[in-house]
C-alpha cells in the first residue's frame, strides 16, 4: 500500500497548509518519519521543519498514537497494533520565494521539502498526492500548475497525482493560482509556461521567444531528459529568483521583467528573464542529471560538499547567454555587453584574491548562503567566477583547437558520460573528460581558474576568437560594465543606500577611500563638507573636487568625522566589442 498524502489549502488568511499523511503499517511498531532540510539546488540548511504546527497522529480506529521527536526532523509514531496510521500537521506558509512555500488569498505555492514527510525506509516507494480543491472562495478560479503526474485529475486541475518515489514527490513544486497560460512544442515536447500574480505579460510573445532558446539547448545535448516541461514564474515588485527541477523551473521576477504587450526589443529588463529562464532550463541537464557524485542521492538531512559549484552554476551562467543569443533574440554588442557586464562582477569583487572557486563551492553552506556585509571582501562567488571560468575554458578551446571545437564537446561529453547513465560526477572528474575529448592542454586554466586566486588572463585568450576585452573605471554607482563613455568618477569605495538620516554604509570594500577614512558597514553619513546629505546628494559632493571631503556620520548613536581622501574609481569594469566580427558570430551566433 503506498503513501498517500492530502494537502488542503483552506486557510489563505493564516497562511497555513493542512496535510494529512495516510500510512499502512504491518508489522511494525513504530512508523519513523522525517523531512528534508534543504531543498536541492539551494545550498542552505533552512530546517523546514521549523514551519510545522501541530502534528498528531491516530489509528484507523481513530484513536491517538504517541509520537516521539528525536532529531528537529526526526518523529516516531508510535503505531502498536494499527494497521494504518494518520499523521497530520500544518505548515506555516509565509515566505514568498521559490525554495519554501507561499500561501494567502492570491495564490499557493509550495515545494514538497516544505510540505512533505517521507516515511523512513520507504523512500523508494511510489506516493499518491491529493491536492485537494480549497474551500476558500478566493480559490473559485483557480488552478493549479505542477508536473507532478497526474492520477486522474484533469490538467490544470484539482485532484487525484503521483509520484514514483520521495525524491520525486520533491522535485515537483505546485502552485494554485489564477494564472495566465501559452505554451509551445519542440521537438515534439509540450513546454508550458504559466505566470502568477499582476502583471502584463505578452504570454504569446514569451511562448515565441523561449522556443528557439529551448530547442537549441537540446538540439546541443542531443535529446531532451524529459516528455513535458513547465515554466512557472511569479510576478512580484522586486523579488528574483529560479530553482531548477527535473521537468519544470519556478521562477519569481519582478513584473517589469515580463514582456509588454507592443514591445518589440528585448530590454535589458526582459534580457535577464529571459536568461533566467535559459538558466534554468540548461539545468535540467547540468545539475538535475548531470551532478556531483556527492548528490548521488542528494543527502537531504544535513549539508552535501562538493567543490565543482563553479561547474554547475558558473557554467550555467555563460550559457544562459550562448542559448539567447545563438537564438538569435539579441544582437551581437547586446551579447558582448551582458557577457561583459558579468565579468564586472568578479574583477570588481577583493575576495576573489581572498577564496578560490573551489573553496567557494564548498563553503556554499555557510559563505556564500549566509553572506554578511564583509563578503565582498572575503568571498567570490562560485556563480561568477565559474562563470570566469567557462568563459575562459571557451575562448582556450576555441582559440587552442583552432575553432574545430568549443566548450559544447566538454558539456556533451559530460551528458553522454555521466548524465545519460545516471552517474555522479567524482571530484576532479571534469578535468580528466577534458583531458580525454578535448584536443589541446587546460592544465594552465583549471589550475589557475580553480586553485588559485589571481585573475585568468581572460584578454589573449579572448583575442584568439575576434573580441577584445578592455577595462575603464566605473562612471557611477550602478554601471556595471558594456558601453559607458561618461567621465571617470570618483571612488568611494562603498555600497550606499539610502536612509532618514542620510547615506547609510551597507558595504565597504577593502583599501577603499571608505576604509582609509576609518567608515564601517551602518555608518550613515549626514553631512560632507558641511552640508547635509542623502544617498543621492553625497554621490553630487564627492564629485565636487579632488581634495578630501570632511564627512560627519553616526555609528549607532555615536557622532565620528572623517575626511575620505581622493581616488578615481579603480578600473574595474569590463567592456567588450568584436575586432573580428565573423570569428566572434561563431562564437555567440549572431
Ligand atoms: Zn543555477
Excluded at 376 to 395: E, Q, R
Aim: aromatic content about 10%; glycine content about 6%.
Amino acid at each position: 500500500m503506498t503513501t498517500h498524502y492530502i494537502v488542503r489549502a483552506d486557510n489563505p488568511y493564516a497562511h497555513l497548509i493542512s496535510i494529512e499523511m495516510q500510512v499502512s503499517v504491518t508489522d511494525q511498531s513504530v512508523l519513523s518519519l522525517w523531512q528534508p532540510v534543504w531543498i536541492p539546488g539551494s545550498y542552505l540548511v533552512r530546517d523546514f521543519n521549523k514551519n510545522i504546527i501541530g502534528l498528531s497522529a491516530i489509528d484507523e480506529q481513530g484513536n491517538s498514537l504517541a509520537i516521539d521527536q528525536s532529531r528537529k526532523n526526526q518523529w516516531q509514531v508510535n503505531c502498536s497494533t494499527a494497521k494504518k496510521v494518520v499523521v497530520s500537521y500544518q505548515i506555516y506558509a509565509w515566505d514568498l520565494s521559490i525554495r519554501s512555500a507561499h500561501f494567502d488569498q492570491f495564490h499557493c505555492f509550495f515545494n514538497g521539502t516544505s510540505a512533505f514527510m517521507a516515511v523512513a525506509g520507504r523512500e523508494a516507494e511510489p506516493v499518491t498526492v491529493e491536492l485537494a480543491k480549497p474551500n476558500h472562495a478566493c480559490a473559485d478560479h483557480w488552478e493549479v500548475a505542477t508536473t507532478m503526474p497526474r492520477n486522474g485529475a484533469n490538467k490544470w486541475g484539482f485532484g487525484q497525482y503521483r509520484a514514483d518515489n520521495f525524491d520525486a514527490l520533491i522535485d515537483y513544486p505546485v502552485e494554485y493560482a489564477t494564472f495566465s497560460k501559452s505554451s509551445f512544442t519542440v521537438h515534439g515536447i509540450e513546454h508550458d509556461i504559466v505566470v502568477s500574480g499582476i502583471h502584463d505579460c505578452d504570454m504569446e510573445r514569451l511562448a515565441k521567444d523561449l522556443a528557439p532558446i529551448c530547442q537549441l539547448q537540446i538540439d546541443t545535448f542531443g535529446d531532451a531528459p524529459f516528455d513535458q516541461y513547465l515554466f512557472m514564474t511569479q510576478a512580484t515588485d522586486n523579488q528574483y529568483g529560479g530553482l531548477e527541477h527535473r521537468d519544470s523551473t519556478a521562477l519569481i521576477c519582478p513584473r517589469e521583467e515580463l514582456p509588454s504587450a507592443g514591445e518589440k526589443d528585448i530590454s535589458d529588463n526582459y534580457l535577464n528573464y529571459l536568461t533566467l529562464c535559459s538558466h534554468e532550463y540548461f539545468h535540467s541537464w547540468n545539475v538535475k542529471r548531470i551532478k556531483p557524485a556527492s548528490f548521488h542521492p542528494y543527502d537531504l538531512d544535513q549539508e552535501s560538499y562538493t567543490r565543482q559549484l563553479w561547474w554547475f552554476e558558473g557554467i550555467t551562467s555563460y550559457y544562459e547567454l550562448l542559448f539567447v543569443s545563438r537564438a538569435g533574440l539579441i544582437d551581437q554588442q547586446q551579447a558582448l555587453d551582458y557577457l561583459a557586464k558579468k565579468l564586472t562582477r568578479v574583477t570588481r569583487m577583493p575576495g576573489r584574491h581572498q577564496q578560490t572557486v573551489e573553496e567557494s563551492s564548498f563553503n556554499a553552506w555557510t559563505k556564500f548562503y549566509q553572506q554578511d556585509e564583509n563578503a565582498p571582501n572575503a568571498i567570490i562567488s562560485y556563480y561568477t567566477k565559474g562563470y570566469f571560468i567557462a568563459f575562459a575554458l571557451d575562448a582556450a578551446i576555441r582559440q587552442r583547437t583552432n575553432h574545430k571545437q568549443s566548450l559544447d564537446h566538454l558539456l556533451v561529453a559530460l551528458w553522454e558520460n555521466y548524465g545519460k547513465p545516471h552517474i555522479g560526477v567524482p571530484e576532479g572528474a571534469i578535468e580528466l573528460l577534458a583531458k580525454q575529448v578535448i584536443d589541446c592542454d587546460l592544465t594552465d586554466i583549471f589550475e589557475q581558474g580553480l586553485r588559485q586566486t589571481d585573475d585568468l588572463p581572460l584578454a589573449p585568450l579572448l583575442a584568439g576568437i575576434g573580441a577584445k576585452l578592455s577595462q575603464r573605471p566605473a562612471t557611477s554607482f550602478t554601471d556595471w560594465g558594456g558601453k559607458g563613455d561618461e567621465q571617470p568618477k570618483r571612488w568611494l569605495g562603498a555600497n550606499i543606500a539610502s536612509d532618514p538620516l542620510g547615506a547609510k554604509l551597507t558595504h565597504v570594500l577593502t583599501n577603499s577611500p571608505a576604509m582609509q577614512a576609518g567608515l564601517s558597514t551602518g555608518d550613515v553619513i549626514v553631512a560632507a563638507d558641511g552640508l547635509k546629505v542623502n544617498n543621492t546628494t553625497l554621490i553630487k559632493r564627492l564629485q565636487r573636487h579632488e581634495a578630501p571631503v570632511h564627512v560627519i556620520a553616526f555609528r549607532r548613536d555615536v557622532l565620528i568625522e572623517a575626511d575620505v581622501p581622493f581616488a578615481l574609481a579603480p578600473i574595474d569594469t569590463c567592456l567588450l566589442s568584436a575586432d573580428d566580427s565573423d570569428l566572434v558570430k561563431t562564437w555567440l551566433g549572431v
